[in-house]
Nanobody, 124 residues
Framework: QVQLVESGGGLVQAGGSLRLSCTASGRTFSLYAMGWFRQAPGKEREFVGFITWSGSSTYYADSGKGRFTISRDNAKNMVFLQVNSVKPEDTAVYFC?????????????????WGQGTQVTVSS
């Protein structure tokens, strides 16, 4: 069992940066690849990126390539999403999630544990 709690959301101006954190409980955190998803008002949840269990590899949606960076600290049971040059279209609730697929997945249904989400609002 893994419980996930996101933090770091809030209001940020366009062009700025933010860093979201996801803290996991449970001893087996390092066995899971971790993903980030987001859901904007009135839209479906969309894939943002993932990091493999070891942290050696990451993959991002096209919308985030070059702006999003995912990292993890298995010793602290944490995963991070750094977003640079934020845009108004980045406004969404951001979720972290854990999958047993060690290589990660772009599909939400591959993730078995989800956090409650943290709101990010980008002002123009």
């Amino acid at each position: 069992q893994v419980q996930l709690v996101e933090s770091g959301g809030g209001l940020v101006q366009a062009g700025g940066s933010l860093r979201l954190s996801c803290t996991a409980s449970g001893r087996t955190f390092s066995l899971y690849a971790m993903g980030w998803f987001r859901q904007a008002p009135g839209k479906e949840r969309e894939f943002v990126g993932f990091i493999t269990w070891s942290g050696s590899s990451t993959y991002y949606a096209d919308s985030g390539k070059g702006r999003f960076t995912i990292s993890r600290d298995n010793a602290k049971n944490m995963v991070f999403l750094q977003v640079n040059s934020v845009k108004p279209e980045d406004t969404a609730v951001y979720f972290c999630a854990a999958t047993r697929q060690a290589s990660g997945s772009v599909y939400a249904n591959a993730y078995v544990y989800w956090g409650q989400g943290t709101q990010v609002t980008v002002s123009s």
